[in-house]
Structure formats: structure tokens, C-alpha cells
């Protein structure tokens, strides 16, 4: 462990929880006002992604960025008008399965149009490249640019929630839809806007997620179960938790991948070898890298025992 | 105030007759669908009949959503193919036909190791809890392959051991009927369980969580034990399909395949304790010949799911037992020609999106053989505007007429719940 | 009336007409109550809401809690039956402490409540609401080795309940179906199914016209007889017809505890509803 692995992995780390972070805080978003957890939010993610990738070709990266998230906006907000507001009524559970089969809906549409294998969304010119060079590694653009946006985003939402008219009703109606609704304002159409904008975030975040790392149809899934990990974690309903959890676990797999020591290297430092025969081989001889995939499910797990309300959960259940 | 009194209502005639029927039925249906596929198809659905109703203990009558039951199931296999080649070596033996139970032990070990931290939360954050957890097990999997066998899985010959009887489950036929077997006991079983304290406990604490605890029950509790429950089943059925298949992968873990159940099970329906049996049919006809139509099968999966959710959250068998109900009241025969309308609709819809969507997929995929392909016999071109056009006419024509169907449909509909509604008051006065 | 004239229980204890500055009645040395406040406080946040609650409910009585909206009786009651947890005081069960314990727990040590808002089984038949009620108590825990049609002390006595809160004709609809007043009795019902003897009803006769009320006071004064009561009532009348004691609660604490006519003519409990002005003027006519 040196200092260029420890800065760029760090760097690294956090434009991939920042990343996270983009996209569980729409889900947190989507929970606090609504109480509808969005099983499709990764596949908005993933349709950001692949439209931007069409529409680049068209427009350019740079409109994209604007056209994209916008596009997933309409998406998400019809998907609320024409069929989340029907199941409204019957509850948490079917809200929940509304959401579940639109992932699947949006999974084969995604494959439909634009095929089975992954497509070559390219970054554009401005961010090819490396940003800064740090002991001999490239700290590339596309990354820094990640942060960036997902750092302007976090301040434009709380300006947003907090400083304007239209976040004080969002807040207001979180707990007293029918109060807010009483006062005159169109709850409906607040809820319609909130789940379109929680999927023009995760749009969005694809659209710049999907040139830094790869876009093909397993985007979804693959990060799918890591932010709900991370809304559980951070607290349901908490966008500090959420924020704090993403950035855990972004830094964590980050290091995890690039770490090659397992517990026989750890033995060894005490001078105790261990060979194919001793008791427990099969576990010993994992290294941190291969065991990377379920931290963040493992740390869950941990959560759940020892501080199920989450990192800074203030809501139950 | 004997025990007659409440178990021997009217219709337990009728009980004991579905209960014969559904034996029988098991019993028979490979004498009456003799190719080999129908075999293949009926062995799967006998195991996904176990599976799928014990994922119904959680999701129908505990209205506890998981995202991650196929990983009961899943062990059920790993643990039933690793006693399976124990078996085969000679280093442990145990008969084939009680390898399900192995399955079925695992099943309940992991469900109570791993159901203990699952069941602390309830609603949604219980369904990301067995997402997470699913996702944890199935991650695992890469890292432990002298358990999970790696990519290749792990293979086994079903046929150890002396034949008994001349039974020595290699032919497909004999294991159907041991599949048969375990499923009508498990399905009994499992009807059993929903006649007992637990059972009716567990549908209170699906309907009001809260006021379980002023009862005196501890809903947590309630909800871990069920779970344990649950995951035993699912792992007989686990157990089963490795038999069956004498290979497991580590996929039957994977989150696809809780998916499918929770779409299938939900599509048989979830509130009648028959659901899932349908549920388990439906997911074997997809899986094996609707995928054979078209590529897009789950696209229309997905589609069915989606308008059940919203218009039939009971699923298929809610829809039968509503029909069963109209019909008791001898009204079903007024709605024939409704229905009619409606399928007639409906199909002429599905061809004209069906259509456009085999072209879509022809483009992508065929392009090697030019542009034309069959679709119910007429001949489209994929390039050709008018190909399109054509069957978006198509479409857009079914779609309005389906509305326009579906509207009188349902004022009839209403006429006719209301027709019932007075008749019940009328006997009630009687 | 007095608690002596309604069937024997644990032992009686007697109450003296308090003059209207004693804030708990006077009884005998050594009497257990069924039900204890002692400095029960809670807060949400910054604001405290109980501040100070202290009760002491003898066994048997039928006490009614009012006071003005917002004065906390339904958090008094949250508090009491587990749903929150005080921040800190003490709330005592046939003395023993029950604060911090959870809902089944305290359940399960003999107090049983009802919901405001009606909290039933929807999907469950009457009968079987009924059932369920009584599983517990009689000992069949999680089980799920013997059939529910076996046990035959269940079902009698769900039978029984049936009866008494008169629905027996409504054996096997299901809850959801039935009219608003059925469902009260229904909650009724459930919350006395499993023989607690310490019972909180909040609100009971919640949206009900004059002729249900009065009906359904009836069958609350059926249903427990021999058990100690609690109800949380904004309707004087079903309070006067029903009640020994009166609990006023204003701003969370509980300023007077006595016989309804003595309530009725504390001064402070008139300020507290009326204003002081209207309370002077009470007190000059009062005869």
C-alpha cells in the first residue's frame, strides 16, 4: 500500500460514491415524499445512459447532458400519471411491484432497440484524458467531471428543497399530502414531478456514468442492488445517510478491487504458513479482491444487526 | 359446539373432491401428454409448484415481499447435489427419494441463519433486505467453487444406489412421479399449515401488523418463523429440481430467478392459496414455449405484469374465483359474449404490437437474412414502411376497439355485481 | 356507585370525595392498583408533551380521561400501552413496571386496548378475529401443529365473545364488510378476547350517532365488568353514565382525579375548558 495507490484509489473511490450518490439520492427522494421505493431506478440510470448515447451521436455529448435527463423526466413522469398513481391505492407492496415490472419493462425495451451487447458510448473530446497526473497515474477527466456534476446536483436539490416555494410544498406535503393538498396546491401533479425528477437524476447519472464505465444492459442490475444497500444502510428516508453511505461504500469496493492480500498473506506476516490441506483453505485463501462484490451486501448484514435504523436513520421501518 | 361444527361446513364434499381430483390429476397427466417435452415441462412444474407456494406463505399470507427466495431454493440444490455424489461415492448414504428432504433441511438452516437478520425490518425495507441478501449469497458464489461448483456448477448421476423395486430413477417418468409425489405432500402440507394458529396469526399480522402485538404476539416473531417455514419448503422443491436436473448452477440463486418467481406467483395470485399452482404452470409454459415463439417473451411477461398489478393486483386466480362467484349466481353466461369482445380485441392488439416487435428484433438480429420473415403466416418486410405502418394500424385498430370493449365490459360487469349484491341481501332476509 | 357494587375482583379500594385540590384519591394503606403513573414524561423532540403524568387507578374502576384537543390522552395512552416509549417516569402494571416494555409484552401481563381509528382484521371473518384474539392467552403460541378446528377452548370462546358483542349473526363475514358500529364492537371484542384485565378504549364511541352510543356504552359496561377501565371520551354524556372517576388531563399532566361530580365542580378543571372568566361566573350560579 503506497501513496499513489492510497490517493488515486481515494479519488477514485469517491467519484464512484459520488456517482452512488447521484443515483440513491433520487431513490431517497422518491421514498421520503412518495413512500414508493423505485425498483426501476437503476433502469433509469441505464436508459439515461443509452439515450445519451444515441442522442451524442445526433447532438453531441454536451446537449445530451441536457437532452438525456429530460427525456428520462417524461419518462418517469408518465410512468407516475398513467400507471404508479393507479396502484396508489392498494398500498406499499403493489406500489413496490408497479416499479418491479417496469425494470423488467425497460430491461427488454433497452434490448430491444439497442441490442443485447454493450454499446460504445464514447466520451466526448473535452473529457478524454487525464485531469492531473499524481505519482505516475492518471487521474482521468471523466471521473473529476462525475464529481463535479454530482456535487452541483447535490447543491441544486437542497437549494431547491429548501430556499423555493415549490421545495416547501415537496417537504410539506412528505407528511401532510392531504393538508398540502387543502391548501390548494396539486399534490398529484407535486408527486408527478418528484417521480419524474427522481428519474431524470438517475438519467442523468447515467448519462455521465455510462461513457466513464461501460454501458450494456447488466448496468442496471449490477448497481441496482448496491443503492438500495445504500439507502438501507444510510438511514431509509436520509439523505445525509445516503451520502455518507455512498461514499463508504465507494470507497471500499474501490480499495477492495485492487487488493490482492487474503488472510494467508496476513498469516504469513506471522510466519504461519498455510497450505491446501489446512482447516478452512477454501476461506483463507480469498484475497480482498475477490471478495469485493459482497462487501457492500456484508456491511448491510452489519448494519442490520448492530444499527438497524441505519447510519443516520431517523424513520422506522 | 363439536369439531363438526366448524371443519364440516357445506362444502367439504367438495374438498375432499379437489383434493382426489388433484391427486389424480398428478397421477395421470403423463399418460395423457405422452411426449417427452410434456414430461420435461410436467416434471419442472411439479417441483415449481412447491417452490412457488412456499414463496406464497411470505408474499400471500404474510404479505412479506421477497426479493431473494430462490436462494432457499438454490441451497436446497447445492446441498441435495453434494448428497447426492456423497451417496454416489459411498462415503454417506442416503436413498434418492429422501435426498429432497436434505434439500428441504438445508432449505430451513439457511432460512433461519440468514432469516433471522431479514425478518427484523418489515415492508419495503424487508424487501431490500432480501435483494441484499440475495445479491450476498449469489456474490459468494464465485468465491467459494468447491461449493457452488464455479462456472460449470456441479453435476450428478441421480441413478446411484440399487434400484428398489426396479425403480432406479434414471428414466425421466419415475422421476416425474416421485416429483409427483413430494408435491401433492407438500401442497397438502402447506394447506395444512394455513389451518393452524401460526398460519392464521401470520394472515393478522399481514392485515394489521400493529395490532398483532396488542394480542400478545410478538409480529417479528411471527414473520421469522414463517420465514423458516417458507424456506424449508423451498428447499424440498430446491432439492427436487436437482434431482430432476442433475446439474446446478450457481444461477439458481441468482436474483433472475427470485424475480421470475415473485412474477409468476404473482400472476397465478398471490391471495388465494391455489394461485401459485397456476403461477408455477404459467412460469413453465413461458419458460419453455413462449421463449421458443419469440425473443421478446419477457418484454410481454413484463407487460401482463404490469396491467395485473394494476387492474387484477388478485392475479389469475382472483379472476377465476370472481367468474366462479358470478357463475354460482348464474350469471356468467351473460358476460360470454364480453369476453368474447374482449380476447378478439385484445388478440388483434397483441398481433399488430407483436408484429412490430418481431421486426425490431428481425433488424437486430437476422439482418444476415435479409429483411423479410414470417409472422402468422404473412409474409413482413422489416425495411419496408409499409410492413410497419401496417402493423401499427393494426395495433393502433385493436387498441380502440379493446377500450371501447373493455368500457361496456365493465358497466356490464357493475350491472351484474350489483344484480348479486341485492340477491345476497334478498337470501340474507330469507 | 361505588367500585363495591360490581362483582368481586382483587380487593376494593374505597374512595373518599376529594375536596378538588387532591390531585389522587385517598385509599387504604397497602391497596395495589391496577394501573400507576408516577411522574410520566415524554417528549417529541424539543417539545414535551406529557410532562409529568401521575395516576393511580384501583382495580375495577371504570375511569374516563378527558380534557381539551391536544391535551395528550391519546399519547397518554400510547405511553401506556407500549406504542411509545416514555422518556422517562414510571408506568406500573398490578406493580410492576411495564415502561419501555413492548406492546405484546405488557399485552401479554393483563392490559389489552382498542384503536381510535378501527383496527381490525379486514381480510379475516368475524369469527376469526375473534379467534385470533384469543390464541395467545390461551397458550398456542407460534404452534403450527395442531389444526385451529381442534381447539375447541378457542373456538367456544370465541363463540362467546361473539355473543356478547352481539354479532353473532355476522359469523363468517368478513370484518371489512361489516357496517362502521359492528366494526367498534368487533375492536371491542378483540381487546377484551384475551381476558386482560387492565382494558384502554380510545374513543370507543368515535362517529357514532346518539342511539349507537348509548347502545354501545351498554355493551362496554357488559364486556367488563369485574375488569379495570380506561376510556379516552370527548362525549359527556357516555363520560357521566359511564365512569366512577374522571382523569382531566390539560397541557400533559392530569389536574384532577375524582368522582364525576367532584369534577365537576373543581375550579380548575372549569379554567381549564371554559376560561376563568366563564369559570367565576359557573362558580357564582353553581348550585
Not at chain 1, 115 to 132: C, D, H, I, K, T
Not at chain 2, 32 to 56: E, P, W
Not at chain 2, 326 to 341: H, I, N, P, Q, T
Request: with cysteine; charged share 15%.
Amino acid at each position: 500500500m503506497n501513496l499513489e495507490f492510497f490517493t488515486i484509489s481515494l479519488l477514485n473511490g469517491l467519484s464512484y460514491g459520488l456517482l452512488l450518490f447521484m443515483l440513491s439520492s433520487g431513490l431517497t427522494l422518491i421514498f421520503s415524499m412518495m413512500g414508493v421505493l423505485n425498483f426501476a431506478h437503476a433502469s433509469f440510470y441505464m436508459v439515461g445512459a443509452y439515450i445519451a448515447y444515441s442522442t451524442s451521436q445526433v447532438i453531441g455529448f454536451w446537449w445530451s447532458l441536457l437532452v438525456a435527463p429530460l427525456l428520462v423526466f417524461a419518462m418517469g413522469a408518465a410512468f407516475e400519471r398513467f400507471c404508479l398513481r393507479k396502484v396508489h391505492k392498494f398500498g406499499h407492496v403493489p406500489e413496490l411491484l408497479v416499479t418491479f415490472g417496469l425494470s423488467y419493462l425497460l430491461l427488454e425495451l433497452v434490448q430491444l432497440v439497442w441490442g443485447r451487447s454493450a454499446v460504445n458510448y464514447l466520451l466526448p473530446e473535452g473529457l478524454q484524458g487525464p485531469l492531473f497526473t499524481v505519482f505516475g497515474t492518471n487521474f482521468p477527466k471523466s471521473r473529476a467531471f462525475i464529481m463535479l456534476i454530482s456535487m452541483v446536483m447535490l447543491a441544486s436539490i437542497w437549494l431547491l428543497l429548501t430556499r423555493t416555494r415549490i421545495g416547501l410544498v415537496i417537504q410539506a406535503a412528505l407528511t401532510h399530502p392531504e393538508t398540502v393538498e387543502a391548501l390548494g396546491h396539486n399534490v398529484p401533479r407535486v408527486f408527478m414531478l418528484v417521480f419524474g425528477g427522481g428519474a431524470a437524476l438517475a438519467g442523468l447519472a447515467g448519462v455521465i456514468g455510462g461513457n466513464t464505465f461501460v454501458t450494456e444492459p447488466a448496468m442496471a442490475g449490477s448497481v441496482g442492488a448496491i443503492i438500495f444497500v445504500v439507502v438501507v444502510v444510510g438511514g431509509m428516508g436520509s439523505l445525509s445517510g445516503a451520502f455518507l453511505a455512498s461514499l463508504l461504500i465507494g470507497l471500499i469496493q474501490t480499495f477492495a478491487v485492487a487488493m490482492d492480500q487474503s488472510l494467508i498473506t496476513l498469516l504469513a506476516r506471522f510466519s504461519y504458513a498455510v497450505t491446501p490441506e489446512t482447516f478452512g483453505y477454501p476461506l483463507l485463501k480469498l484475497t480482498i479482491s475477490q471478495v469485493a462484490p459482497i462487501l457492500p451486501f456484508l456491511f448491510l448484514v452489519l448494519i442490520l444487526i448492530f444499527r438497524p435504523k441505519g447510519l443516520l436513520g431517523t424513520r422506522e421501518g | 359446539m363439536t369439531k363438526k361444527f366448524y371443519e364440516f361446513k357445506p362444502y367439504n364434499v367438495g374438498r375432499w373432491l379437489l383434493w382426489t381430483l388433484y391427486a389424480l390429476l398428478l397421477v395421470v397427466a403423463p399418460l395423457l401428454f405422452k411426449s417427452s417435452l410434456a414430461l420435461t415441462m410436467l416434471s419442472q412444474a411439479g417441483y415449481l409448484v412447491i417452490i412457488c407456494l412456499s414463496y406464497n406463505i411470505l408474499l400471500g399470507q404474510g404479505g412479506m415481499l421477497s426479493f431473494g427466495h430462490a436462494v432457499y431454493a438454490g441451497l436446497g440444490s447445492f446441498l441435495a447435489v453434494h448428497a447426492m455424489n456423497m451417496a454416489a461415492k459411498g462415503s454417506f448414504y442416503i436413498p434418492l427419494s429422501l435426498i429432497p428432504l436434505v434439500g428441504g433441511l438445508s432449505g430451513l438452516f439457511f432460512a433461519a441463519l440468514l432469516g433471522y437478520v431479514t425478518t427484523k425490518k418489515a415492508g419495503t425495507t424487508f424487501a431490500m433486505i432480501t435483494l441484499g441478501v440475495g445479491e450476498l449469497v449469489f456474490a459468494m458464489s464465485l468465491m467459494f467453487p468447491e461449493f457452488f461448483g464455479g462456472e460449470g456448477g456441479i453435476t450428478t448421476n441421480r441413478a446411484y444406489g440399487k434400484p428398489f423395486l426396479g425403480i432406479s430413477f434414471g428414466p425421466q417418468i419415475q422421476v416425474y412421479y416421485l416429483i409427483a409425489f413430494y408435491c401433492f405432500v407438500c401442497t397438502a402440507a402447506m394447506f395444512a399449515f394455513t389451518r393452524t394458529p401460526l398460519g392464521r396469526i401470520l394472515n393478522a399480522v399481514r392485515d394489521n401488523p400493529e395490532r398483532v402485538e396488542f394480542i400478545g404476539y410478538n409480529t417479528q416473531r411471527v414473520r421469522y418463523y414463517a420465514f423458516i417455514i417458507a424456506g424449508f419448503f423451498a428447499g424440498i422443491g430446491g432439492g427436487l429440481a436437482a434431482i430432476n436436473s442433475e446439474i446446478v448452477t450457481a444461477e439458481v440463486v441468482s436474483g433472475v430467478r427470485s424475480g421470475s418467481l415473485l412474477l409468476f406467483t404473482f400472476l397465478g395470485g398471490a391471495t388465494f392459496f391455489f394461485g401459485p399452482i397456476i403461477g408455477a404452470g404459467l412460469l413453465v409454459l413461458a419458460l419453455i414455449l413462449l421463449s421458443e415463439l419469440s425473443m421478446a417473451w419477457l418484454l410481454y411477461v413484463g407487460l401482463i405484469f404490469l396491467f395485473m398489478v394494476m387492474y387484477a393486483p388478485g392475479g389469475l386466480a382472483s379472476l377465476i374465483m370472481m367468474n366462479l362467484r358470478v357463475a354460482s349466481f348464474g350469471k356468467l353466461r351473460e358476460l360470454w359474449v364480453g369476453y368474447l369482445a374482449l380476447a378478439v380485441t385484445a388478440l388483434v392488439t397483441l398481433a399488430g404490437a407483436a408484429a412490430m416487435v418481431e421486426m425490431v428484433y428481425h433488424l437486430q438480429l437476422n439482418t444476415a437474412l435479409g429483411a423479410e420473415l414470417g409472422f402468422m403466416g404473412i409474409r413482413l418486410n422489416a425495411l419496408n414502411i409499409n410492413s410497419w405502418l401496417g402493423a401499427g394500424f393494426v395495433l393502433m385498430t385493436g387498441l380502440g376497439l379493446f377500450e371501447l370493449t373493455r368500457r361496456q365490459f365493465l358497466r356490464q360487469w357493475g350491472d351484474i355485481q350489483n344484480e348479486i349484491e341485492k340477491e345476497i341481501r334478498r337470501r340474507e332476509l330469507v | 356507585m361505588t367500585a363495591n357494587e360490581r362483582s368481586a375482583g382483587p380487593p376494593q379500594a374505597s374512595s373518599a370525595p376529594s375536596g378538588g385540590s387532591a390531585v389522587h384519591a385517598v385509599t387504604s394503606v397497602g391497596a395495589t392498583y391496577s394501573l400507576e403513573l408516577k411522574d410520566l414524561r415524554k417528549s417529541f423532540g424539543k417539545t414535551e408533551i406529557i410532562r409529568g403524568a401521575n395516576l393511580k387507578v384501583a382495580a375495577g374502576e371504570r375511569v374516563a380521561i378527558i380534557g381539551p384537543n391536544g391535551a395528550g390522552k391519546s399519547t397518554l395512552f400510547n405511553l401506556i400501552s407500549g406504542r411509545f416509549e416514555p422518556s422517562s417516569g414510571q408506568v406500573l402494571l398490578h406493580n410492576q413496571r411495564i415502561d419501555g416494555k413492548k406492546p405484546f409484552e405488557i399485552n401479554r401481563m393483563g392490559l389489552s386496548r382498542s384503536f381510535q381509528i378501527t383496527n381490525i382484521f379486514p381480510k379475516l371473518s368475524v369469527f376469526e378475529n375473534l379467534r385470533c384474539g384469543v390464541l395467545w392467552s390461551l397458550g398456542y403460541k407460534y404452534t403450527f401443529l395442531r389444526f385451529l378446528a381442534d381447539l375447541d377452548d378457542a373456538n367456544e370462546r370465541a363463540e362467546e365473545l361473539m355473543a356478547m358483542i352481539k354479532l353473532e349473526k355476522k359469523h363468517d363475514v368478513l370484518a371489512t364488510n361489516l357496517t362502521y358500529a359492528e366494526q367498534r364492537a368487533l375492536e371491542i371484542g378483540i381487546t377484551i378476547a384475551g381476558g386482560a384485565s387492565v382494558i384502554l378504549l380510545d374513543e370507543p364511541t368515535a362517529g357514532m350517532s346518539r342511539s349507537e352510543t348509548s347502545r354501545f356504552i351498554n355493551l362496554i359496561k357488559e364486556v367488563t365488568v369485574g375488569k379495570t377501565l380506561l376510556t379516552v371520551e370527548h362525549d359527556m354524556g357516555v363520560v357521566f353514565g359511564l365512569a366512577d372517576k374522571i382523569a382531566v388531563v390539560v397541557y400533559g399532566e392530569i389536574i384532577a382525579y375524582d368522582t364525576p361530580e367532584a369534577v365537576r365542580a373543581d375550579q380548575r378543571v372549569q379554567e381549564a375548558y371554559l376560561g376563568s372568566s366563564v369559570a367565576d361566573a359557573q362558580a357564582g350560579g353553581k348550585a
